[in-house]
């Protein structure tokens, strides 16, 4: 008996079901960047982070067919939502939680579709409910490209916070669990200590003039420690010591003739669970100043001083602040303006993804006298030992009571039963790149400071162009 997605999705309990095809995908359908197409076919993940890895479950083999590639998934998705929008004045209907959803599309993930082996294909969607609410969408299609036919639609996440997680069984077969029985490690989270080799990879687009690229460096410090197992890049390598931040970073001369090469680099990486740590604070004001994307507003004072309100220590009052931006924002990652890390367009949009979050708790931490920071780097994936990893993400830290305190609003805000630890707690499993905002390199950008390292920032001619790098691990 061959049990066809849709039943399994409908279970409760995968009984006697085994993962058997699932190709590349991502991790979950969240993550700190815009969506970026990947190489197809590289990377492996499991039920436990994306509704996705569900997809595989069969208790035979199919006979091997000829797989959709992801340009023809998505056109079978869009196709499908199209029409059904067009069949009700231009709204997507879906029944969930005794209500009927009306929903525009909002992108498709196309780093998450995914052929799964025979003629059935997953897609990750976001769309908007007329209330403003971001619904992350799973679809099972099946047939061949150009005909398929959605045979499941499931509502993973809402404004990114996940409904269910899944939890694989020693026999191997998968089951659902609800967020408020999901342990920490189904959440995400690796306590104590983790090691891993962290991948970073970057393809150079067509240049047809000379350039630069600038690369974080990860380095070690009292919670990670990093060795660089290889570097292969094109170009002359320049190593540039940023001792603002105590970043390093690595510049690359570029000719046209470097067009469409691959730069990968590697690291082994140990990585503590990060918690309060004691450290004299020399120079509070450095911490406390305005970030380009970082100001402190009229607005932002105002609400930092309201939020604080009868709090009689700095510890408190980070407290009151960090539930005041949870309080205050949603994930939702809709338009052009998230993703860059701006307070002022978190505070008034209230929306946003991990850079917004972490920026406005910064601007308004800064505003009441409390100093703060930010860095960016990855979250390794807690359910699996190697693969991809969806994108960068990134937290901050304030200093009270002699003591530095990492943080995680966004990561609290979506897992709101950790939401406490994530006050004060960084879980081992991840790395962190770079820190700090407007890096002011030498020699930098023509285009001026670097905003936060993650992504590489590269120059063409003197003028930037976007371009993404690919995470991956093994542990």
Not at 2 to 17: G, N, Q
Not at 111 to 122: I, K, R, V
Not at 437 to 444: E, F, I, V
Not at 467 to 473: L, N, R, V
Request: glycine share 8%; net charge negative.
């Amino acid at each position: 008996m061959k049990l066809s997605v849709h039943h399994a999705w409908a279970s409760c309990r995968l009984s006697a079901v085994t993962i058997v095809g699932l190709t590349a995908l991502l991790g979950g359908c969240n993550s700190g960047d815009k969506a970026a197409k990947p190489p197809e076919s590289n990377v492996k993940a499991t039920p436990a982070e994306s509704a996705a890895q569900q997809a595989a479950t069969k208790t035979t083999v199919a006979t091997p067919k000829a797989r959709a590639v992801t340009a023809e998934i998505q056109e079978g998705i869009e196709k499908h939502i199209a029409s059904k929008s067009g069949a009700d004045d231009g709204y997507f209907s879906l029944a969930h939680d005794d209500r009927t959803l009306r929903l525009k599309l909002v992108r498709v993930h196309i780093e998450y579709l995914a052929s799964l082996g025979t003629d059935e294909n997953f897609a990750c969607v976001d769309l908007v409910d007329t209330d403003g609410e971001v619904y992350d969408v799973d679809f099972f299609l099946a047939g061949p490209p150009g005909n398929m036919v959605v045979t499941d639609t499931t509502v993973h996440k809402i404004n990114g916070k996940p409904i269910y997680a899944w939890d694989q069984k020693e026999d191997k077969t998968w089951q659902r669990v609800p967020m408020d029985e999901a342990s920490a490690k189904l959440q995400g989270v690796i306590e104590g200590e983790d090691a891993f080799e962290f991948v970073y990879g970057v393809t150079l687009p067509t240049m047809e003039k000379a350039g630069r690229i600038w690369l974080p460096i990860p380095t070690s410090d009292a919670y990670q420690s990093v060795e660089t197992v290889s570097i292969s890049a094109p170009g002359t390598q320049t190593m540039i010591d940023d001792k603002e931040h105590a970043n390093t970073v690595l510049m690359l001369d570029l000719t046209p003739e470097d067009s469409g090469a691959a730069i990968e680099m590697r690291f082994a990486v140990k990585r503590k669970e990060k918690a309060s740590y004691a450290e004299e604070l020399e120079s509070p004001e450095r911490f406390l100043k305005e970030d380009l994307l970082i100001p402190i507003t009229k607005e932002i004072r105002a609400l930092g001083k309201e939020a604080i309100k009868g709090k009689t220590t700095d510890l408190i009052r980070a407290r009151a602040l960090y539930d005041h931006v949870m309080d205050r924002m949603s994930y939702k990652k809709v338009g052009d303006d998230w993703g860059k890390g701006d307070a002022t367009y978190a505070c008034d949009s209230k929306t946003g993804n991990c850079s917004d979050y972490h920026s406005y708790f910064i601007a308004i931490s800064r505003a009441v006298g409390i100093p703060a920071r930010f860095a960016v780097g990855a979250a390794i994936p807690s359910a699996r030992d190697d693969g991809g990893i969806s994108g960068y993400h990134c937290w901050a830290e304030f200093y009270a009571d002699g003591k530095w305190w990492p943080i995680d609003v966004s990561e609290g805000d979506k897992y709101s039963n950790l939401s406490s630890y994530y006050f004060g707690h960084h879980p081992a499993n991840r790395i962190e790149l770079s820190r700090g905002r407007d890096l002011a390199l030498s020699p930098g950008p023509v285009t001026g400071p670097i905003n936060f390292l993650a992504h590489p920032t590269l120059e063409v001619g003197g003028e930037y162009v976007r371009t993404k790098a690919t995470f991956s691990f093994q542990r």
